[in-house]
């Protein structure tokens, strides 16, 4: 069997208090998996954690990914700069994903590489048109696109998604879950991701993980 993207073990969330306890999860290369639950459960407290955002309180969080763009992270705020163009933007995930040098070492025009595969990703997302658009022009659901092109530039081998897909209408979410699946099967990379609509969970995932079993209690509610 093939080596676990990341391999989390005992794993304690939360912030000054802990939200999820003793999760234990293996993730393979090619592999999607969601996590659902109710709100405030801590489902965005545990990417944030894997992330490297947010310090985890106890366990272990072990993966073979590089340090430099190995986790592509899409936040439920996304983290776009709003005054600049999509094409600036998704650069900011191109920049880890295009390698300055190729195998045989010989220097390449890195700009003119870089500048093909951001144009490939905005085309992936339905964006060519609006290639030139600042973000804050942009609607909801085309911004979300774009924080995925971005990710995607990136060519991460482990993806964080936290409700990527709100905000886009159904053929959107269709296209984005259909361009997920085959990048993540394709490169063997890995997905988890936070998504509240059980129907495109289960559209999208190969595998679904309910966070209530991990969630810690008052003694009132045990």
């Known amino acids: 069997m093939a080596k676990p993207i990341i391999r989390i073990s005992n794993l304690t969330v939360g912030y000054n208090f802990?939200?999820?306890?003793?999760i234990n999860l293996e993730?393979?290369?090619?592999?999607?998996?969601?996590?659902?639950?109710?709100?405030?459960?801590?489902?965005?407290?545990l990417l944030r954690t894997i992330a490297g955002v947010i310090p985890k309180l106890s366990g272990q969080i072990v993966g073979d990914i590089r340090a430099r763009g190995g986790i592509g992270y899409i936040p439920q705020r996304l983290g776009l700069v709003r005054h600049a163009s999509v094409y600036h933007n998704v650069e900011l995930g191109a920049r880890c994903g295009v390698r300055v040098r190729t195998d045989s070492g010989n220097i390449l025009d890195w700009s003119k590489r870089k500048s093909v595969v951001i144009r490939d990703c905005v085309a992936q997302v339905g964006l060519s048109d609006k290639i030139d658009e600042p973000i804050r022009r942009l609607s909801g659901g085309q911004q979300r696109r774009v924080a995925t092109a971005r990710t995607i530039a990136q060519k991460p081998q482990?993806?964080?998604?936290?409700?990527f897909l709100s905000e886009l209408d159904k053929e959107n979410a269709d296209s984005i879950i259909s361009l997920m699946k085959n990048y993540v099967n394709e490169n063997q990379?890995?997905?988890?991701?936070?998504?509240?609509?059980?129907?495109?969970?289960?559209?999208?995932?190969?595998?679904?993980?309910?966070l209530s079993e991990f969630e810690i209690k008052s003694p009132a509610e045990a």
């Open 18 to 22: 802990p939200l999820l306890d003793r």
């Open 158 to 163: 482990l993806i964080l998604a936290d409700e």
């Open 27 to 45: 993730i393979q290369p090619g592999e999607i998996v969601a996590i659902v639950g109710i709100s405030g459960l801590g489902k965005t407290t």
């Open 189 to 210: 990379c890995a997905m988890l991701l936070v998504e509240h609509h059980i129907e495109r969970a289960e559209q999208i995932a190969d595998r679904i993980i309910d």
